[in-house]
């Protein structure tokens, strides 16, 4: 007859053991007695409900013995050891501050910077179809190198969709800056919203099968058709003030009325295809008041295929297939034009298509672990420094019956209590970070950071890498002193693991600002290059004023408005184009025949209409021949020297006065010396411009200097009497330029600033450091002073030991970051050289942080009177 | 000198304990105060009261021999202290006093004698 084992299992759990053997014998007595008493059945009901009374404090609470069962986390110890890391922050606390601030910095830096590098990786991620959406490139071999395009012929669309009927589905789309969107009232003037910032597209339905779009009403089935437009839901409200919006009207750009089919969901992903008004592609034609160009020799970056692919599709075929293709639509590119696919995870990465640089981005990956790296070796700096004042408490603890692994997670836990605090810190930074990168780069990239599980997982990530790194060392050092040494007050600063690694951090953090210096100089004047190369054509003080989209410019309006733009005085010369030099991204090619030979030249040559002002406004150089004469129709051509090389011939003089043939042949009159007719990033490619008014599409305006804004309205007046169907656009050719690199700009203003914060996060330690020396050396000092050294040679004491440092980590920094930097350097067609100055710089500029932090500390150590610092013993 | 008072509860647990003079330990106890008063006790009120008395040190306990009947496990035998004695003593005491007032004035007046 035994009472319920489960019951008794209970008890033993629950029941203070040094209670449980009266207990469990007086429940087991019962139990027999009630047996007898009342039978079996209802005994087991009884003694379960006994157990169950016993389920009270009084039962389980354990007696108080002598020895805790597990002395690391007993109550007492644990309060002993908070009460213990509390009085020594309190006892030290500048180097408490330091400490915290450091790693404060260093962490919430670190984790912006994965919040920055996570949003790169997950952009356009949500698409279902990811991993098999492409967009189509154009791509041209030049002397320079090889230049993607983002565009594609207009006529890519029907032709892939011909020649290639395995492709899943095709869309073609057309990308344009700053709608103008009107609304019609029923009375009165149009409403109408200027939208900046914001891009409108045209775009074939099957764009909507591509990428994954949610519809609040309607949806794409109409858009096929011309004059349909859908709109995304924040647009809609802006405008009607309900998103039930479906049939209303809304005129964009001024020139052409759409009607809405479907409002969409706002963009909430990360998204580089954010269009916030999205018209049919049908409508295109209207649009610009033209036909679209057939053939394929005029590419717009913004003119883009995007396709999705079924699994069976590998690159190779496609390139292989894509052969055959410029074969039959372009023959005179074969040898330098291609269409290769760019899948979508690379398009947000490919610098040549207005994407972001990956090796800033892996540089900032390299930053936060850096800053990691510097804040937890200040940590072990100051900590092992310390170590000597704790000798003896580490000594009377061992005396006492610690063991080495106690002392070991005791020393970690005061580090895991920093570092929370920091956290908290970092927390703060942050935020504040994540608020003021939402705002400053939003017009580089659209922003959303999210909270998610994967910020926090790197959070607790890098709290457990920092408590690892900086409490390590510190504790072993700590938890293996000896005993009778440390209460001996015998412990020095040998003992502590002293010099050598203290001097070894040091010069880790040295070198690691060094290379982040470098890494800032290099990437600052290689941006800078970039953006100030001549590119042979003035840019500073050219305005360009779009004409009317329309087959044929109306001339004598054309110089109706020259005449208006020249009265403004402060307007010094004006010429009319298809584009200006920066091209807009739009590039025209043909193919041409040179003067008697029979066949065609196997290059592509692009074309450029201008008028006989263009010279003089861009300030573009002769090397042989003259301008052209001024005319409305084609005449004359000028080439480039590019073009005279793709022919074959050394002298461009020879070319003068032979037959250019387009059509028709052309006399060639004059060589341009090379200029970068579309960007850097596109290299310089055989050109000839020629007169052809009734294809201008810009007027390019040279200015004095003076009230820019002024001559800006007066422009737009003066356009919108001429031209009342149309809007007025204007923008100057310095800021077009800006505009390729604004994602580069941003990057490395990124990278300069975090690799600032690294470098500041160096100089606290240092400070530290010196602080601690400085407390260190107060007797020598004062010894010293006794016995006759100078106030130069006290501060030599200090300086002397950071020279020799800063020298052997420039030794060590020097070939690190000459090595990282020239493979960086490799992604540019046009680069700097790594000259010796920029390693000097970086030297010098670490040995002058070191002078400001080292210098004040030091200065007042020896001004100290030695008579205060000898007399306290 | 203050003294620790005790609940009524605690007052019959500890005078169990003295009646049982040294057989006293969990069971017996609740056996006998079951069979006394007619009060259904339940062992975890006794073993609760039993703690209360020895923390106010009325009671103090020991282990006892291992017994068959339990397993081999031992019982804890309680004794009342001299301080447990004087206790129930003076509470005796007091409850005297009370009561012989109570009945000189009962034996003064009928209407108190028909109503007690």
Redesign the interface.
């Known amino acids: 007859m035994t009472p319920p084992r489960l019951a008794d299992q209970f008890l033993k759990f629950f029941c203070a053991p040094d209670r449980l053997?009266?207990?469990?014998?007086?429940?087991?007595?019962?139990f027999?007695?009630q047996v007898r008493r009342v039978g079996e059945r209802r005994a087991r009901w009884r003694y379960w409900?006994?157990v169950l009374?016993?389920f009270?404090p009084?039962?389980i609470r354990r007696k108080p013995g002598d020895y805790s069962p597990n002395p690391l986390f007993s109550p007492s110890m644990i309060q002993n050891y908070v009460k213990i890391a509390w009085r020594n922050l309190v006892k030290n606390q500048t180097y408490a501050l330091i400490n915290v601030t450091g790693l404060g910095l260093g962490i919430g830096a670190a984790l912006l910077i994965f919040a920055l590098v996570r949003y790169h990786y997950a952009i356009d991620k949500h698409h279902q179809k990811y991993d098999r959406i492409y967009r189509v490139l154009t791509e041209f071999v030049t002397p320079e190198g090889v230049f993607d395009i983002a565009g594609v012929p207009y006529a890519m669309g029907k032709a892939l969709q011909n020649d290639h009927p395995a492709i899943e589905n095709l869309a073609m789309i057309d990308i344009y800056r700053d709608p103008l969107v009107a609304i019609p009232m029923p009375t009165g003037p149009d409403r109408k919203f200027k939208e900046a910032h914001q891009m409108g597209a045209f775009v074939q339905p099957a764009y909507f099968r591509i990428f994954d779009y949610h519809w609040v009403v309607g949806g794409p089935t109409e858009l096929a058709q011309p004059n349909t437009v859908v709109i995304s839901a924040e647009n809609a409200t802006k405008y009607f003030g309900t998103t039930q919006v479906i049939g209303k009207v809304i005129k964009l750009n001024a020139v052409m009325n759409t009607r809405i089919v479907g409002v969409f969901e706002d963009y909430r992903d990360n998204t580089d295809f954010a269009y916030p008004i999205m018209a049919s592609w049908a409508s295109l034609r209207e649009f610009y008041g033209r036909p679209l160009t057939e053939g394929f020799d005029n590419i717009n970056g913004d003119t883009q295929c995007f396709v999705s692919l079924n699994d069976g599709f590998s690159k190779a075929d496609w390139d292989r297939q894509m052969m055959a293709f410029v074969k039959k639509y372009k023959p005179h590119g074969v040898k330098d034009t291609r269409f290769p696919m760019q899948p979508l995870r690379d398009i947000h990465f490919s610098t040549d298509t207005g994407g972001v640089s990956q090796g800033l981005i892996w540089s900032l990956f390299a930053i936060g672990v850096f800053l990691i790296i510097t804040a937890s070796i200040n940590f072990v700096n100051l900590a092992t420094a310390q170590a000597l004042n704790r000798s003896r408490e580490v000594g009377v603890r061992k005396v006492l019956g610690s063991t080495r692994g106690q002392l070991f997670w005791q020393f970690i836990g005061e580090t895991a209590l920093l570092t929370l605090a920091a956290t908290a810190l970092a927390l703060l930074f942050f935020q504040i970070g994540q608020q003021l990168a939402q705002e400053r780069l939003h017009g580089a990239f659209r922003f959303t950071f999210y909270y998610d599980v994967s910020v926090i997982g790197w959070l607790a990530l890098i709290v457990v890498v920092v408590i690892g790194l900086s409490g390590l060392y510190p504790a072993l050092v700590l938890a293996g002193f000896k005993p009778a040494m440390a209460l001996a007050g015998r412990i020095t600063t040998r003992q502590v693991g002293g010099f050598s690694v203290r001097r070894g951090l040091v010069i880790t953090q040295f070198a690691i600002s060094q290379m982040l210096i470098v890494g800032m100089i290099v990437v600052a004047s290689q941006l800078q290059y970039i953006q100030t190369k001549d590119l042979g054509f003035r840019q500073e003080a050219i305005l360009t004023v779009r004409l009317p989209s329309s087959p044929k410019q109306d001339i004598s309006k054309m110089n109706t408005f020259r005449n208006l733009a020249l009265a403004i005085p402060e307007v010094k010369k004006l010429s009319y184009s298809v584009s200006g030099p920066p091209q807009s991204g739009w590039i025209s090619q043909t193919m041409i025949k040179f003067d008697t030979r029979p066949e065609p030249e196997k290059f592509t040559t692009q074309q450029q209409f201008i008028d006989a002002d263009y010279l003089n406004v861009y300030g573009l150089k002769l090397v042989a021949g003259r301008n052209l004469q001024p005319a409305d129709t084609a005449r004359e051509v000028l080439v480039n020297e590019a073009f005279v090389k793709a022919l074959g011939i050394r002298d461009p003089a020879k070319v003068l006065g032979k037959l250019m043939h387009n059509g028709r042949g052309l006399e060639i009159v004059g060589v341009l010396k090379d200029f970068n007719q579309n960007n850097l990033k596109s290299g310089i490619a055989p050109l000839y411009m020629t007169t052809r008014a009734t294809s201008y599409f810009y007027a390019n305006l040279q200015l004095h200097n003076g009230n820019f804004r002024r001559v800006i309205e007066q422009l737009e007046k003066d356009y919108n009497g001429l031209y009342p169907d149309s809007y007025f656009s204007a923008q100057f050719v310095d800021e077009q330029l800006q505009e390729f690199y604004v994602q580069e700009q941003t990057m490395a203003s990124l990278v300069n600033f975090f690799a600032g914060i690294a470098v500041i996060i160096g100089g606290l330690g240092l400070y530290g450091l010196v602080l601690f020396m400085a407390a260190q050396k107060t007797k020598e000092i004062g010894v010293r002073k006794v016995l006759g050294a100078s106030i130069r040679d006290i501060l030599w004491l200090f300086g002397r030991e950071f020279f020799r440092l800063i020298v052997v980590a420039f030794v060590i920094a020097t070939p690190m970051a000459w090595w990282v930097m020239s493979h960086w350097l490799q992604d540019f067609v046009y680069r700097i050289e790594l000259d010796w100055w920029i390693f000097a710089l970086a030297m010098l500029l670490t040995a002058l942080i070191t002078l400001l932090t080292v210098s004040y500390e030091s200065i007042k150590a020896s001004f100290a009177n030695p008579v205060k610092s000898l007399r306290s013993e | 000198m203050k003294r620790s008072y005790l609940g009524e509860f605690e007052e019959i647990v500890l005078l169990t304990v003295a009646v049982l003079e040294g057989a006293a330990?969990?069971?017996s106890i609740?056996?006998e105060i079951i069979e006394q008063t007619g009060r259904s006790v339940?062992?975890?009120?006794i073993?609760?009261a039993l703690?209360r008395l020895e923390d106010k040190g009325m009671v103090k306990s020991e282990?006892g021999e291992p017994?068959a009947?339990?397993?081999g496990?031992?019982?804890?035998f309680f004794t009342v202290t001299a301080y447990g004695r004087r206790t129930l003593e003076e509470i005796q005491e007091v409850r005297v006093t009370f009561w012989s007032r109570l009945l000189i004035r009962g034996m003064q007046s009928n209407e108190l004698r028909v109503m007690s």
């Not at chain 2, 496990?73 to 804890?76: G, L, T």
């Open positions: 053997e009266e207990v469990q014998g007086d429940l087991h007595e019962e027999a007695y409900r006994d009374g016993f009270r009084f039962a | 330990y969990g069971v609740t056996h339940r062992l975890n009120q073993h609760s703690e282990m017994t009947e339990r397993g496990r031992r019982k804890r």
